[in-house]
Structures are given as structure tokens and as C-alpha cells.
């Protein structure tokens, strides 16, 4: 069944299970307990689930609009700070005051980061996509012009130095203790928030209209419309939720990353990493792969703490990237079309 | 016959699970005028791009003058004399008519990596170039991009690609293809006079019967996948079980039909 | 005589131009009445005055075109988009750097090795990189050269042997070339890097190599299928566009006596695809005007305020978001930049009173479409 | 002929893909209630003239009224929503779509599928037993019948259907020849076909089509008896 919605690739799933498996060993072996491996998994998945935030819909985008979205990465970074600043006493949309309440405040963040990420997709697509469709390289370099604008504003709006993050609401200062170690609680939430994300998506696509009509369009647009659906507004639909969902991501990652114009790039590249790897267009290979990344940096922090390979965690997604890419030209579970 | 020039062995293409040419053997004899015809999904374009190495077969291979070039890359092929041409207009739009002609002759030459030496000093392509178009009527055109010729040029043009490579083989793969049809006996007298002149030998894939009609010495109809009937255009036309095919005569399945997924 | 004349008539403005480069800083100095060579100070020279400031502004015009002549021989020419440009430029300048600074070699041979070597491994990089995924399509060669910068990126900002992030200083260089010493020596020898870059370029261009080139960009398939292993000559490209901005990047170290990984970072591939989308892709001319107008720009108004309502506004740090509108605004209305527009805009009235003329604008707008 | 005006009146129109001159004046006329053909040789514009009733290549000139309101400058999904099912070439179902989805997809008002439910199973039984399957695992032949279903999930008052028979085994075509003969209580149609036998079955009327123009039309029944006007557009010399 996963197989099949993976576009029947066995052999890649067996090699991905294999990288899973493997990498699970490398961190257990490298962990001095059972309590510190649990950590380097929560980790990892934690990662790979912002991961996700950013690339599934980076992933569908592309697989229906034949655009891949290098702005994905900005509006990332955008939903980091618009909930960053909503949390802080003398921010531009500072909240502090009208919503006193820790917890219902953060609430509130996410929603309104999830609003700015609409906002700025469905701008993004109405006014600057739209016309570009039939000059699809035009289109890369326009979405990166964006994604420079974007960091910019944002550099304007909020500083260059990084914010990161004073005052957690309740959930981030709690932990619970497992084999000895303290978890942190946020990172649980978020995993688990990241796990039901996936399947509604999922859900959404398999079930709703909207998803049948986004899985036909990526296979025969002319068809669909056609069929008397208007996939222009589809487009701008998708899009804009594409960009909401990564927003929703910097938001939720915002207490653990803070805020940063470094996000953007560096979040867009491992995006990337994990769309190519589960193969552009395909969605449960980007979940998949996003996971995949998320616990390969993960294990990798842990094994080089303290060593001199520090680096090694950063450049992480982009080797396995290139990796791919050279093994496998349309990544991992992409078709061969 | 005398040894084939072109010759198919058995060929099979399968997309996905859709046998689109099944088991099909074909010789073009050297210095004819070969057409391959037959209704829409036919598999003639499949077969046509077997023969010049778009598609790698199935199955079966493809031989030139004696040579086995089943698995030879597309570029090398119009090294050794086959020269084809697309169904849809494929020029190098923005440069101009006779650039596109002449990069065809130096594709077959050795110049080709003289990085520092400006191309107008090599005369002896020009003048080729210069001379294959005057042959299809374009002289005039030669300093315009491609992009503005009008259609019946473009497809000119074309041609003159592939007369500048020299090839013993041109392979046409619809070149009246959205031609309004006034300007049509024009290319066909253009094609007719090049082969008379140069001697080549022609497979020709085109639907428009009064061209097949009029320029080919033989033809080879297909159906289904399949190889119907071949022979001269006398016999093709007179052959009932082509007229069938044409007409759409309902076959029961005793008649020899597979039926096809 | 009669071929000096058509050469006048055809490049005598190209001429003109070189021969105002030539005066330029001699120009500025009677102008503003300072000294082109900078003030001496004991047996040192000082660079101060308005005709090496200038001077330094056009070293890095030079440069920079130079970098963008080279981004435009793979996309403009060659129809390749590469995202990992600054890979090349970064490169070989680290190479060159660490000659001079991390060797005991003596620093005039230090510098020609540097030279040679930066150059040498910036052409055998774009030869790995080719052989390795030049068969991957477009958008995935795209992302391939973007990871494989950014690797470069990070593991230059964290390599503790190059002091990370901050890059190192180079002590020393050969006097004669030093810019904080003989600047105008270095103003000329970057002017004669760049103008045979540009010369050679052009010869390139108008070569048959050139022409296959061209010929694939327009259509690769169509290139093969007419004899050519498009392949190869995708290599040669690239190869040749890695040392042209491998000789940039070195041409930088000196110009800044300082290396750093910021010339892998993506503003060094970011700024010639943008300066070549402004001058106008597929041109000769275009890089350079791209290059030359947007950093004059830059450094004309880096410290103007403006002030707009209550607040003022430093240019300087919008400086981002005006090339981001300006980037936004060249992609979406003038798609062919400013060379390729005039261009197009030349050959219509050339055009104009033939009846194929409605043809052709006609068909230049279907093409454009 | 019928009296009545026609449901699709295609009249002189003139169609360019890219460059490419396709159609150089073809006028069509579909009656309600009946089925008109395009008949001619490969290439002669008959796919074209289905696509340009569609707006995917729309007419440079020349017009195009259905049910009396012309469709120029519309979006093809606007020309769908006013009663137009496509059935085109080579079926162009969604082949990673189940046979399910497949019609649901095809829905404009909620419910559709349900009410047409039986009808659709009636003409071609063979869908329900493939309902959960993905499109790309069926048959040629119950792909060509899904393509048709699909057209039917809608209530649509135009059916354009293009070589339903084309690839397909004669038992296939007969099932096939059956059910469109059925649609005609639901909907005119519009059909291309080349296997001539197949569309003198079905048409009322016929158009033949030769190089981009309608060059003869009339009642099939009187095309049946004249060789000469068959040789000259549709046989092989």
C-alpha cells in the first residue's frame, strides 16, 4: 500500500529503510544510554518535521504547477518572525497586552503566522507567478528575487542581529524524564503535531475534492480543466496554503530556532534536499525524506559534538542531496518521466 | 533485391504495458522513395522513430548499409548518413536561416572546436550552406531568424538541415505536417527535385495520400501495431484488405485481429 | 586602410570607450586635482584621493563584468542555469590565498602559482561538476551547483584553518601589483584582464564552437540529432565560464587583499545572474552593463538618506531590496534586459515599412511568449 | 434535417496552433438529440475542430454557438460548465486516479455521480467491478469506456467524443457502438471516427473534413451509397 503511493518504487523504500535502520544504529551505538539515543530520535524527528513544513508543499507545488518555489524558505523565516514578534512585549504586532495568556498567545501566533503565509503566497501567485507561466525558467529566478525581498523586508522590519526566543510559553519549559534524561515536552508536541499534519494532508489529498482534482492536475491540466474546474484558482489555492503550511512552520519552530534572516536559505536548501530526495512531486517520498534528513543532522549533531567535524550536521542535507542526485537522477521516489 | 540500405529486424516497442510496433521487419532499398502509412495509432511514428534512434527498440534491432546501429547515439548517426526530420518545426529559432544550415554542415565536419577562429572565415561551409538553400528556395531568407519564416519556410528550412549533412537517408517524418495545403506541392516539388538531383533514398511518414501517392515507389502500411501490406502504390491501392483498414471495415476476431489492451 | 575603416565603423565606439578607460584615472585627477597614483607618505603610497577612489570603484566594475561575461556564457549562451557560480570565484580565491599566505614560497612566485593554480582547479572543478551531472535536467542541475556552493560556503565558514567565517588578510603581495600600493598598475591590469576576457569572449562567440553553443540553447535535441554530441561542448562551456570567474575571484583577493568565505556565499552567484538578466542575456554587452550599472548604482547611492515621512532612510540598507524590485521588475517587464530589448527594438525598426515586419514582431512576441 | 436549431453550430472557423494553419474554414452543425461525425484522413483537422469547441485551441475567426450562446473567448472550463462533456483522443484519463475518482472528479454540482450512478453502470457494467482500481491498470478498452463515463457524470447537453474506437478490439468497439447509441437520450454528440463502418453505424449526419476544411456534408445515409465522394476523401488512392 505505501509502496504503491510511493509510485511502486520497492527498491527505493527497501534502500530508505535501510538508511532509516541504519542511521537508528548509528545513533544507538553512539549513544551512551538508551535515554540519549530516545533524545537524538526526538531530535531528529523534531528537524524533520519542520522540515516538512516547509518541503511538502514545496513538493506538490511543483508536482502540479511545475514551479518549485525558491521562496519557500523566506516565508519560513517570515512565519518565525511574525510569531516571534506577536509573542513580545514591543514588537510591530506585539500581542502581550491584548492576549495575557501564555499559551492562548502562542495560539494566536501560529494563526496569524499561518494568515501572513497565506497572505504572502496568495500575493506571490496572483501578482508575480500568474504571468510567468509560460517562462517556467523565469519563474526560479523570480521566486528567488522574492526570497531576496523577503529577507530583506525582514532584516528592515525586525534587524539583522537574530532573535531568539525569551520568553517560552508554558509547554517549552517542560519536560518529562525518560531513561534518565529530560525531554522536552514542546519537542514531543511538535512531533506529534507534525505526525497529524502529515496525515490530514494525506487525508486531504486521498479524500477531498481538492485533492483528487490536485492529483489529477499533475497529471493532465488541460483535462482537469476540461472537466469544467477552473485550475487557475486552483493554482493560487494551492499555493497559498503551500505557503501558509511553511509559515505555520517557522512559527512552530520559532521557540527552539528563534527568528533569523539565516533561516530562509538555510531551510530553503534543506527543503530542497528533502523534495529532490523524495522525488519532486510525490508526496509521502517528501514526508518520508523530510523525516530522513531531519535524522541524519540530528545523528550527525550528536556524533560529532566536541569533535572537530563540526560542520558535518550542516552539510548533511546537501550531501545526501548530491548523493541522490548522482545515484539517482529524479530522486529517490520521483518517476522517471 | 539488392542489399537494403535501411533495414528493421524484427522491431518491438512497448511503452508501459502498450505495444504501440509489434514484431515489424522492414528494408528500404537504396535510392527509393519509401513511405510508411496507416490509420491514427497505427505505430508508424514509433516506427519511424525506431528507425532513427529516437527510441531504442524493445526488441529487434536496426541496421545501416550492413552495420548494426541499434545503439548507436542519436548524434552519431547523422555522422554516418542518416539525416531525419521532426513532425513539429524544430529549428534553432533565434538564429538566423543560414546559421541553422550551416551548423548542420559543420556538425559533419572537423571545425568544430576551432574555439578562436571566427566562423565567417571558414568559407567552405557557407558556401555550402548558402548553396543547400538556394536548392529549397530560401537564398533570400538566409540573414532572417528562423523564427520569422513563415511556416511553409520553416519547413524548408528543415529540409535544408538535413540536406546540408549530406545524408544518403532522409528520413521525413510528416513534413507537410500543418501546412495549409496550397503550399504543400511546393515542398513535395522541392523534395521530389533534391532526391532526383542528390540520389538519396527517402522514408517518409505522412498521412496526406496524394503525396504518398505521387513520390513513393514503395509503401508500407501498418495497422494495429503491425505490418498490413506493402508493395508499390498501384498494388497499395488496389490491396481491398488496405481499404479496409482505411474505410474501417469491423473485423470479427477469425480475421486475424489481436485484440489489444 | 579600407578594413581599419569598417573596423572603425563597427567597433570604433568599443575603441573610444577602452581609450576612456585608458585616460579614466587620469581624467578624475585633473578634474578633482588629485594625484592617480595616491599620496606618498615616507617610501609607502598612500591611496588616498578621488582618482584611486574611482579607480577602485571601476577594479571592481571590471571584476564583477568579468564574473558575469562568465555566468552569461553558461546561461545566456549555452542555455545552462547554474546556481553555484560563486563556487568557481570562491574557489580560486581561497587556492590563491592560501599560496600566498599559508606556504613558504616566496610571494612572487607564491602569486603566479596562485594564479595559474586558482584558475587551473576553477576549469578542472567545472569539468568534475560537468562530467558528474551534466546529464541531470535543468532544474536539477540547477539545485545540484546550488548545494554544492553552499556546501563550499559552510565548510569555508567553519574551517578553523582559514580562520572560519572571518576569512584571512593577505599580508603581502608583489609590490608592483599591490592595489594598496600601485593601484593604478592594478587598475590596468584588471582593465587588460578584463577587455581580453570580453575579446575573447567575442571570438568565442562568433567561433563555430560558439555557434554549436548557441545551437544548444536554442534546442539541444535538434543539435544531437544534426551530428553534434552536445555533451561535450556543454563541458567546454562550462569549463571555460569556471575559469573565467576563477580569474575574477583571484583578480577580488588581490583588489581586497583579504579571503573569505563570503566569496562562496550566494550574493557572488546571485549578482551576475542578476547583472546578466539586466544587461540582457545571450549578449555580449549585456553582462557588462548589468555589472557596471549595478554597482555604480550601488556605490552612488550606498550613502544616501532619504527621508521619508519622520524616518530617513539610509539607502545603504535597503540597498537588498532595491536590487530584489529591480530584479522583480527585469524579470517580469523586460525579459531580454536592456541590451536584449534595444536589440529587439533595432531590428523592428529595421524592420519597419516591410511588410514582413508585422510578421516578425509578431513572431518575436510568440517567441517571447 | 431537423428544423429546430442546431445544439452546436460551428460556423467557418479558422484555427492556428503556434504557427500551424490547422483549420482554414470548417463550419459543423450538431442537432439535438443527434449524432453528427467528423470523418477524414489523419491530419485533417477533426481532433482540431473538437478542441477549438472546447477553447484549449480557440478559433482565430470564424464562430462557435452552443445552445444558441457563443463561446468565444471563453475558458475551457467555462465551456464545460455549460453543458459540453470531452471525451478526447487516446482517453486522457487520470491514471494514478482510482475509476472512483475518476468520475468523482468529473462532478460540478454534489451528487452527480450518485444520480447518474445507474445509468452509467448500465452502459458499461464493467466500471463497477474496476471501481477501486487506478485508472492506469485498466484495459484499453475500459479505459475508452471510463472516458466516456466520466463525460456522463455531469449532465451535460453535449458530448464530444474523438475515435472512441481507436487501438480497440471489435467485441470492444461493439459494446462501445451500443452505448453511444444509447447516450442520444441524454445528450448530442460529436464524434470524430476514422473506421467508417463504425461511424455509418452510429452518425445521423456526417461532415467530412480535408485539409482543414469541411469540404462535404449531408445525411450518412446518402454518404453510404457514394463511392465516388468515399474514394475521393477517405480512401487510400
Given at each position: 500500500m505505501l509502496s504503491k503511493s510511493l509510485g511502486g518504487k520497492r527498491g527505493s523504500l527497501v534502500a530508505i529503510l535501510a538508511i532509516y535502520i541504519g542511521l537508528l544504529l548509528v545513533a544507538y551505538l553512539n549513544s551512551p544510554n538508551l535515554?540519549?539515543?530516545?533524545?537524538?530520535?526526538?531530535?531528529?524527528?523534531?528537524?524533520?518535521?519542520?522540515?516538512?513544513?516547509?518541503?511538502?508543499?514545496?513538493?506538490?507545488?511543483?508536482?502540479?504547477?511545475d514551479v518549485l518555489n525558491l521562496a519557500q524558505g523566506a516565508i519560513f523565516m517570515i512565519?518565525?518572525?511574525?510569531?516571534?514578534?506577536?509573542?513580545?512585549?514591543?514588537?510591530?504586532?506585539?500581542?502581550?497586552?491584548?492576549?495575557?495568556?501564555?499559551?492562548?498567545?502562542?495560539?494566536?501566533?501560529?494563526?496569524?503566522?499561518?494568515?501572513?503565509?497565506?497572505?504572502?503566497?496568495?500575493?506571490?501567485?496572483?501578482?508575480?507567478?500568474?504571468?510567468?507561466?509560460?517562462?517556467?525558467?523565469?519563474?526560479?529566478?523570480?521566486?528567488?528575487?522574492?526570497?531576496?525581498?523577503?529577507?530583506?523586508?525582514?532584516?528592515?522590519?525586525?534587524?539583522?542581529?537574530?532573535?531568539?526566543?525569551?520568553?517560552?510559553?508554558?509547554?517549552?519549559?517542560?519536560?518529562?524524564?525518560?531513561?534518565?534524561?529530560?525531554?522536552?515536552?514542546?519537542?514531543?508536541?511538535?512531533?506529534?503535531?507534525?505526525?497529524?499534519?502529515?496525515?490530514?494532508?494525506?487525508?486531504?489529498?486521498?479524500?477531498?475534492?481538492?485533492?483528487?482534482?490536485?492529483?489529477?492536475?499533475?497529471?493532465?491540466?488541460?483535462?482537469?480543466?476540461?472537466?469544467?474546474?477552473?485550475?487557475?484558482?486552483?493554482?493560487?489555492?494551492?499555493?497559498?496554503?503551500?505557503?501558509?503550511?511553511?509559515?505555520?512552520?517557522?512559527?512552530?519552530?520559532?521557540?527552539?530556532?528563534?527568528?533569523?534572516?539565516?533561516?530562509?536559505?538555510?531551510?530553503?536548501?534543506?527543503?530542497?534536499?528533502?523534495?529532490?530526495?523524495?522525488?519532486?512531486?510525490?508526496?509521502?517520498?517528501?514526508?518520508?525524506?523530510?523525516?530522513?534528513?531531519?535524522?541524519?543532522?540530528?545523528?550527525?549533531?550528536?556524533?560529532?559534538?566536541?569533535?572537530?567535524?563540526?560542520?558535518?550536521?550542516?552539510?548533511?542535507?546537501?550531501?545526501?542531496?548530491?548523493?541522490?542526485?548522482?545515484?539517482?537522477?529524479?530522486?529517490?521516489?520521483?518517476?522517471?518521466? | 533485391m539488392t542489399e537494403p540500405l535501411l533495414e528493421g529486424r524484427q522491431l518491438r516497442k512497448a511503452f508501459g504495458g502498450l505495444v504501440a510496433v509489434d514484431e515489424v521487419s522492414l528494408q528500404i532499398a537504396p535510392g527509393s522513395a519509401h513511405s510508411i502509412i496507416g490509420p491514427n495509432g497505427a505505430g508508424k511514428t514509433t516506427l519511424f522513430n525506431l528507425l532513427s534512434g529516437r527510441y531504442r527498440p524493445t526488441s529487434g534491432t536496426v541496421w545501416f548499409k550492413g552495420r548494426n546501429i541499434t545503439k548507436l547515439p542519436v548524434y552519431q548517426r547523422a555522422h554516418i548518413g542518416m539525416g531525419r526530420s521532426f513532425q513539429i518545426t524544430n529549428l534553432f529559432p533565434q538564429l538566423t536561416v543560414l546559421e541553422n544550415v550551416r551548423l548542420a554542415v559543420q556538425a559533419k565536419g572537423n571545425d568544430s572546436f576551432r574555439l578562436l577562429r571566427r566562423v565567417d572565415t571558414f568559407t567552405a561551409p557557407i558556401e555550402k550552406a548558402l548553396e543547400v538553400l538556394e536548392l529549397v528556395g530560401l537564398r533570400e531568407s538566409a540573414a532572417l531568424p528562423a523564427s520569422v519564416l513563415p511556416h511553409g519556410g520553416k519547413r524548408k528550412l528543415e529540409l535544408a538541415i538535413l540536406l546540408a549533412g549530406d545524408p544518403e537517408i532522409l528520413l521525413l517524418d510528416e513534413p507537410t505536417a500543418g501546412m495549409a495545403s496550397e503550399q504543400v506541392p511546393e515542398l513535395m516539388a522541392t523534395i521530389d527535385r533534391v532526391r532526383r538531383d542528390g540520389g538519396q533514398t527517402i522514408v517518409l511518414v505522412e498521412h496526406n495520400m496524394n503525396v504518398v501517392m505521387s513520390i513513393s515507389d514503395r509503401i508500407t502500411v501498418m495497422h494495429l501495431g503491425r505490418l498490413l501490406a506493402e508493395g508499390t502504390p498501384t498494388e497499395i491501392a488496389g490491396n481491398t484488405l488496405v481499404q479496409d483498414v482505411y474505410l474501417g471495415q469491423l473485423y470479427d476476431l477469425s480475421a486475424g485481429e489481436t485484440p489489444q489492451s | 586602410m579600407n578594413s581599419l575603416k569598417s573596423f572603425l565603423k563597427r567597433d570604433g565606439w568599443m575603441l573610444f570607450i577602452f581609450i576612456g578607460l585608458l585616460a579614466f584615472p587620469f581624467i578624475v585627477a585633473t578634474l578633482t586635482g588629485s594625484s592617480p597614483t595616491g599620496v606618498p607618505r615616507g617610501d609607502r603610497?598612500?591611496?588616498?584621493?578621488?582618482?584611486?577612489?574611482?579607480?577602485?570603484?571601476?577594479?571592481?566594475?571590471?571584476?564583477?563584468?568579468?564574473?558575469?561575461?562568465?555566468?552569461?556564457?553558461?546561461?545566456?549562451?549555452?542555455?545552462?542555469?547554474?546556481?553555484?557560480?560563486?563556487?568557481?570565484?570562491?574557489?580560486s580565491g581561497y587556492i590563491f590565498g592560501i599560496l600566498l599566505e599559508y606556504t613558504a614560497l616566496d610571494t612572487g612566485l607564491a602569486t603566479g602559482l596562485g594564479i595559474v593554480l586558482g584558475i587551473a582547479a576553477s576549469g578542472l572543478l567545472g569539468l568534475g561538476i560537468g562530467l558528474a551531472t551534466l546529464r541531470l535536467k535543468g532544474v536539477y542541475f540547477a539545485i545540484f551547483t546550488l548545494a554544492l556552493a553552499e556546501m563550499a560556503y559552510i565548510f569555508f565558514s567553519r574551517l578553523q584553518l582559514t580562520k572560519a567565517e572571518d576569512g584571512f588578510a593577505i599580508g603581502e603581495l608583489p609590490v608592483w601589483l599591490d592595489p594598496t600600493q600601485s593601484r593604478l598598475t592594478f587598475y590596468y591590469i584588471t582593465l587588460a584582464v578584463f577587455v581580453v576576457g570580453f575579446l575573447l569572449l567575442r571570438r568565442l562567440m562568433a567561433s563555430p564552437t560558439g555557434a554549436v553553443f548557441k545551437a544548444i540553447r536554442e534546442n539541444e535535441d535538434r543539435a544531437q540529432s544534426i551530428g553534434f554530441n552536445t555533451l561535450r561542448f556543454k563541458l567546454l562551456s562550462l569549463v571555460i565560464a569556471g575559469m573565467m570567474a576563477g580569474a575574477a575571484g583571484i583578480l577580488q583577493v588581490m583588489l581586497n587583499k583579504k579571503v573569505g568565505p563570503e566569496m562562496l556565499g550566494l550574493t557572488y552567484t546571485i549578482d551576475p545572474l542578476l547583472m546578466t538578466i539586466i544587461g540582457g542575456t545571450g549578449t555580449l554587452l549585456g553582462p557588462v552593463i548589468g555589472a557596471a550599472g549595478l554597482h555604480l548604482l550601488d556605490v552612488g547611492l550606498r550613502d544616501q538618506v532619504i527621508a521619508l515621512g519622520g524616518a530617513s532612510i539610509r539607502i545603504a540598507d535597503v540597498w537588498g531590496l532595491i536590487l530584489g524590485a529591480i530584479f522583480i521588475l527585469v524579470v517580469m517587464v523586460f525579459p531580454y534586459g536592456i541590451v536584449g530589448t534595444y536589440q529587439r527594438w533595432r531590428l523592428k525598426r529595421q524592420h519597419r515599412g516591410d511588410p514582413a515586419s508585422a510578421a516578425t514582431s509578431r513572431a518575436a512576441r510568440r517567441q517571447s511568449g | 434535417m431537423n428544423d429546430s436549431a442546431p445544439v452546436l453550430a460551428i460556423e467557418n472557423i479558422h484555427t492556428f496552433i503556434g504557427q500551424f494553419h490547422i483549420l482554414e474554414g470548417a463550419s459543423v452543425a450538431v442537432q439535438q438529440g443527434g449524432i453528427t461525425v467528423l470523418l477524414g484522413r489523419n491530419g485533417a483537422g477533426k481532433t482540431t475542430t473538437l478542441k477549438s469547441v472546447m477553447g484549449i485551441t480557440p478559433p482565430s475567426q470564424g464562430s462557435i454557438h452552443?445552445?444558441?450562446?457563443?463561446?468565444?473567448?471563453?475558458?475551457?472550463?467555462?465551456?464545460?460548465?455549460?453543458?459540453?462533456?470531452?471525451?478526447?483522443?487516446?482517453?486522457?484519463?487520470?491514471?494514478?486516479?482510482?475509476?472512483?475518482?475518476?468520475?468523482?472528479?468529473?462532478?460540478?454540482k454534489r451528487g452527480d455521480l450518485a444520480r447518474r450512478g445507474d445509468l452509467i453502470f448500465d452502459l458499461f457494467p464493467d466500471l463497477k467491478r474496476l471501481y477501486g482500481l487506478p485508472g492506469g491498470n485498466l484495459s484499453g478498452g475500459q479505459q475508452q469506456m471510463l472516458a466516456m463515463a466520466r463525460a456522463l457524470?455531469?449532465?451535460?447537453?453535449?458530448?464530444?467524443?474523438?475515435?472512441?474506437?481507436?487501438?480497440?478490439?471489435?467485441?470492444?468497439?461493439?459494446?462501445?457502438?451500443?452505448?453511444?447509441?444509447?447516450?442520444?437520450?441524454?445528450?448530442?454528440?460529436?464524434?470524430?471516427?476514422?473506421?467508417f463502418r463504425v461511424a455509418s453505424r452510429l452518425a445521423n449526419d456526417y461532415v467530412i473534413v480535408d485539409e482543414g476544411q469541411s469540404v462535404a456534408s449531408g445525411l450518412i445515409a446518402n454518404l453510404v451509397n457514394d463511392d465516388a465522394l468515399i474514394q475521393r476523401y477517405l480512401g487510400v488512392a
Open positions: 535515554g540519549n539515543f530516545g533524545i537524538t530520535v526526538l531530535s531528529g524527528l523534531f528537524q524533520g518535521m519542520l522540515l516538512f513544513l516547509v518541503a511538502a508543499a514545496m513538493s506538490i507545488v511543483f508536482g502540479l504547477m512565519g518565525a518572525y511574525v510569531a516571534y514578534d506577536a509573542q513580545h512585549p514591543g514588537g510591530v504586532i506585539d500581542l502581550t497586552a491584548v492576549v495575557p495568556n501564555n499559551d492562548v498567545r502562542f495560539i494566536v501566533a501560529l494563526a496569524l503566522g499561518f494568515g501572513a503565509g497565506a497572505l504572502l503566497g496568495f500575493i506571490l501567485e496572483r501578482v508575480f507567478l500568474r504571468p510567468l507561466y509560460v517562462r517556467p525558467i523565469f519563474q526560479l529566478v523570480l521566486t528567488f528575487g522574492v526570497s531576496l525581498i523577503l529577507i530583506e523586508l525582514a532584516q528592515i522590519v525586525w534587524g539583522t542581529t537574530p532573535n531568539s526566543w525569551v520568553e517560552m510559553f508554558g509547554v517549552r519549559e517542560n519536560f518529562f524524564v525518560l531513561f534518565g534524561q529530560r525531554f522536552s515536552t514542546y519537542r514531543l508536541f511538535v512531533v506529534g503535531f507534525g505526525f497529524v499534519l502529515i496525515i490530514v494532508i494525506g487525508l486531504l489529498l486521498k479524500r477531498t475534492r481538492l485533492g483528487i482534482i490536485i492529483r489529477a492536475g499533475v497529471e493532465d491540466r488541460e483535462m482537469v480543466q476540461s472537466l469544467g474546474i477552473n485550475v487557475k484558482a486552483v493554482f493560487t489555492l494551492v499555493f497559498t496554503l503551500g505557503c501558509a503550511v511553511a509559515a505555520l512552520g517557522g512559527a512552530v519552530a520559532a521557540p527552539f530556532l528563534g527568528a533569523a534572516p539565516s533561516l530562509a536559505n538555510t531551510y530553503l536548501l534543506t527543503a530542497i534536499a528533502a523534495v529532490v530526495l523524495g522525488g519532486m512531486g510525490s508526496y509521502y517520498g517528501t514526508a518520508i525524506a523530510s523525516l530522513l534528513v531531519g535524522l541524519a543532522v540530528a545523528v550527525a549533531q550528536d556524533a560529532t559534538i566536541g569533535t572537530s567535524l563540526g560542520v558535518l550536521p550542516s552539510i548533511t542535507p546537501l550531501l545526501l542531496l548530491i548523493l541522490v542526485l548522482l545515484v539517482r537522477p529524479s530522486g529517490l521516489f520521483g518517476s522517471s518521466r | - | 603610497m598612500i591611496m588616498r584621493g578621488e582618482s584611486v577612489r574611482w579607480q577602485a570603484v571601476l577594479i571592481e566594475v571590471f571584476i564583477l563584468s568579468l564574473l558575469a561575461m562568465s555566468y552569461n556564457l553558461l546561461f545566456g549562451f549555452t542555455g545552462v542555469v547554474s546556481f553555484g557560480h560563486a563556487l568557481f570565484f570562491g574557489l | 452552443f445552445r444558441g450562446e457563443p463561446l468565444a473567448g471563453k475558458p475551457s472550463n467555462v465551456i464545460a460548465q455549460m453543458g459540453i462533456g470531452y471525451v478526447p483522443e487516446h482517453r486522457a484519463i487520470f491514471r494514478e486516479l482510482t475509476v472512483k475518482e475518476n468520475l468523482q472528479i468529473a462532478e460540478r457524470v455531469p449532465e451535460n447537453h453535449l458530448l464530444l467524443i474523438d475515435e472512441p474506437s481507436e487501438g480497440l478490439a471489435p467485441v470492444i468497439i461493439e459494446q462501445l457502438m451500443r452505448a453511444i447509441t444509447r447516450l442520444t437520450d441524454h445528450a448530442s454528440v460529436l464524434l470524430v471516427e476514422q473506421n
